[in-house]
């Protein structure tokens, strides 16, 4: 099912993969590097942009918010801020980034809740983007509040 969802473009959590489950997660990842194996087949390496819109959308967040997300994913990606921290922590703490400068501003524990990440994960790959916060938006970006009131964690 993993690898299924990887292939059709609709790639889904370990943590997701297992609510819907009577497998543990690492009796799934165990059967994904043997079946890969056994297939002699690859999936693409999944990227925080795999998720964004879902993730934002069940999160109820507008447009605005989500582009900005996936911007600062993509840029703390690019500028190797996030180094070695998986693609979902990083998407979680970019949509808890770009809340906190919209309107609408939403907790780690509210987006960890809804998104199935750790509140302690959240903020510590927040942390790590909070120091250059001013090069990860998007050009034009309305800030509902300034770029120096974000929390620090």
């Known amino acids: 099912l993993y690898i299924a969802c990887r292939q059709d473009g609709v790639p889904r959590t370990f943590k997701e993969i297992v609510a819907v489950s009577t497998i543990n997660k690492k009796e799934i990842g165990r059967c994904f590097k043997l079946i890969l194996k056994a297939l002699e087949t ?18 109820g967040l507008d447009n605005k918010v989500q582009r900005a997300a996936t911007h600062i994913a993509s840029t703390a990606g690019d500028l190797d801020i996030v180094c070695g921290r998986s693609p979902v922590s ?55 509040r300034s770029l120096e009131s974000l929390p620090a964690s």
Request: hydrophobic share 50%; net charge negative; aromatic share 10%.
């Open 90 to 144: 990083v998407a979680a703490a970019a949509i808890y980034m770009a809340t906190q400068a919209s309107e609408a501003p939403r907790s780690p524990a509210e987006i960890g809740d809804i998104l199935g990440v750790a509140e302690i994960t959240i903020r510590q790959a927040y942390r790590l983007m909070h120091p250059r916060a001013k090069e990860l938006f998007p050009p034009g970006f309305v800030f509902a």
């Open 42 to 59: 690859s999936v693409d390496l999944i990227t925080t942009s795999d998720f964004m819109f879902r993730f934002c959308s069940n999160l």
